[in-house]
């Protein structure tokens, strides 16, 4: 098959699951449970086996969460921040990037939009939403009275993937604690996400974009929006005006708490 259009499938399946999530692959998925809930059944009737279980002692040394703060935690800046984490080696998306995207913006911001990862030239200049979906971005932010300057812009993974595929569980789970920390930081009133993934991994929530659009969210008393990322709507133009509707409800919100 041709890379490129290899590619155009890939994109397109990504466009689909961000919009309708795991309701795509429920039918599958059903199948698979009920297939196992069967081996199950059939493996309680057999006979019993003897297993010998050896208990080796755990190391206090690896223990995880022994509730020692890194010296990135215990940063009192966005700038401090950065210089404790730029150099981060703790999922292999590290292995590739060419910059750490740390994020830029207003650091006193009352808004931040939250994407979900660095792309080619994001990597290239070491600032998030520099390409064309960037260039988009800009345009729905002035459009609803935003420019860049006033609000923060950042990612839920802070290194390109390979590809530019959907990080994967355990990289957002160990970028996202950065994250975190500019968010307390900068203390926002909003969050627009950008994207499924970008909401699955500030939300923790399961639902399709599609049953996300809409609502209003809660992250640590910070009330939270989803939209599509502008990465889909360049692929998929048609969802603009949809995307238009969701953002023009975020300019209301905002304006009725700040």
């Given at each position: 098959m041709d890379s490129s259009l290899k590619k155009k499938i890939i994109e397109a399946l990504k466009d689909q699951k961000d919009i309708f999530g795991d309701d795509l692959f429920e039918e599958k998925i059903v199948s698979a449970k009920t297939k196992?809930?069967?081996a199950k059944e059939y493996a309680a009737k057999q006979p019993a086996k003897k297993t010998t279980v050896v208990k080796e002692p755990v190391a206090n040394s690896i223990l995880p969460f022994n509730g020692v703060k890194e010296d990135w935690e215990k940063t009192s800046s966005l700038i401090e921040l950065n210089k404790k984490i730029c150099n981060c080696t703790k999922c292999v998306l590290h292995k590739g990037r060419n910059n750490f995207v740390?994020?830029?913006?207003?650091p006193n911001a009352k808004v931040m939009v939250i994407g979900e990862g660095p792309g080619a030239e994001e990597d290239k200049q070491g600032l998030p939403f520099v390409g064309r979906a960037g260039q988009l971005l800009t345009d729905i932010l002035k459009?609803?009275?935003?420019?860049?300057?006033?609000?923060?812009?950042g990612n839920i993974v802070k290194c390109r993937p390979p590809d530019n595929r959907t990080p994967l569980t355990d990289e957002m789970d160990t970028c996202i604690p950065y994250l975190k920390k500019q968010i307390e930081l900068i203390k926002p009133k909003l969050i627009l996400c950008l994207g499924l993934t970008a909401a699955k991994g500030l939300l923790k929530k399961k639902e399709s974009l599609t049953k996300m659009r809409g609502q209003i969210f809660d992250y640590a008393g910070v009330k939270v929006m989803v939209t599509f990322h502008p990465a889909a709507l360049l692929r998929n133009p048609n969802w603009k005006k949809d995307c238009w509707a969701d953002v023009q409800k975020f300019r209301k919100l905002y304006d009725e708490i700040r």
């Open positions: 196992t809930a069967a740390f994020g830029s913006g207003n459009a609803i009275k935003f420019s860049r300057e006033e609000v923060y812009i």
